[in-house]
């Protein structure tokens, strides 16, 4: 017969790392940085790029979607937000001519872009595209 304390305890490490697990691969939202899109690039994962502007209503409709798929294991990788407004230079190199763009990436390689969607299957669709 099992002790109780033991069993138990086992039980709690176990919930302990599947919660951990399930929380680890889930959407990670930060800040864009030219060092952190490099590092995920290269290592092969999936990285996402949002165009984000403060004054667009699309853009902030999006967010709440976004924010909404963190802690979610099922819509893994990491979403970039880009300031629309101060990062030029970045625009004018990946061709973005509004803000609201998405674009998706697994590595380098470029598996989604799209603009203005604000459906939630659609956006995590999107997200799924580089898995």
Known sequence: MKHPITTFSAWGLAL???T?????NALDI???SAQALSQKQQ????VSLHFHAKWCPTCLVQ???FNS???DASVPGTLLVVDYDQERQLKREMGIRSQSTLIVFKGKEQKH???GVTDPQALKSALLSAQ
């Open 69 to 71: 798929f963190q802690g």
């Open 113 to 115: 872009r799209s603009g």
């Open 20 to 24: 951990f697990g399930g929380t680890a």
């Open 30 to 32: 930060s800040a864009y």
């Open 43 to 46: 290592a092969g994962e999936a």
């Open 16 to 18: 302990s790392l599947w």
């Open 63 to 65: 967010e709440k979607v």
